[in-house]
């Protein structure tokens, strides 16, 4: 590969499906990319994830990078590192929708207490019944309410992107995921009440 070629010549290069040139633009970018991606994620293997989808994002989407947009100059590492952060947005997004909280390396004192809170057997027995009762609950929606709350809650899409995957309008999808989760709070009101 030219070593002497600029980001630029490198990225139309890849737009034209030149694997060498996108070899290159990985070879230069992805250290400073990678530490863009761990500062804002915290997590490695987070930051690992969203660099390859990122890089993924930039092999598919080469072709379309402008040097001027608006008669304003637009560097490629700008460009980039557009990609990088809101790869790694979409992925803090997530990661606050399923409820994660930061994960930090466990110590010796931490793996004693986890293994004596363990949960019992009857612990165990009573979030199957209750996993039981969600799914049942979730099996008696309707088609399309079951969909988009699988898409929200399961999949970790936005009501946008819920709204683009099954083709309807957003305020249809908001009113059926809205619906869905009364009808699945009411039923597993009736499943918890004893017989």
């Known amino acids: 590969m030219d070593g002497a070629a600029t980001l630029q010549e490198l990225l139309e290069r890849t737009g034209r499906g030149d694997h060498a040139a996108f070899a290159e633009v990985y ?20 930051a690992e994830d969203v660099l390859q ?7 598919k989407s080469a072709g379309s990078y402008r040097a001027q947009v608006d008669g304003r100059d637009i560097q490629p590492m700008t ?16 990661r606050k929708r399923r409820g994660e909280v930061e994960w930090t390396e466990p110590d010796d004192d931490s793996l004693a207490a986890d293994a004596a809170a363990a949960p019992s057997a009857l612990e165990l027995l009573s979030r199957a019944s209750q996993a039981l009762a969600v799914e049942g609950c979730l099996n008696s929606l309707d088609g399309t309410h079951r969909q988009c709350l699988a ?13 683009a995957q099954v083709g309807a309008p957003l305020g249809s ?9 009364d009808k699945l709070k009411a039923c597993l009101a009736v499943a918890a009440t004893p017989p």
């Open 151 to 163: 898409l929200a809650y399961y999949q970790g899409l936005t009501h946008s992107e819920v709204a």
């Open 173 to 181: 999808v908001k009113a059926w995921i809205r619906r869905g989760l």
């Open 27 to 46: 070879r230069r970018t992805q250290a400073h990319l990678f530490g863009l991606a761990l500062r804002m994620l915290r997590r490695e293997q987070s």
């Open 53 to 59: 989808e990122a890089f993924v994002n930039i092999w």
């Open 79 to 94: 460009w980039l590192i557009a990609i990088v952060r809101n790869k790694a947005l979409d992925a803090l997004r997530t």
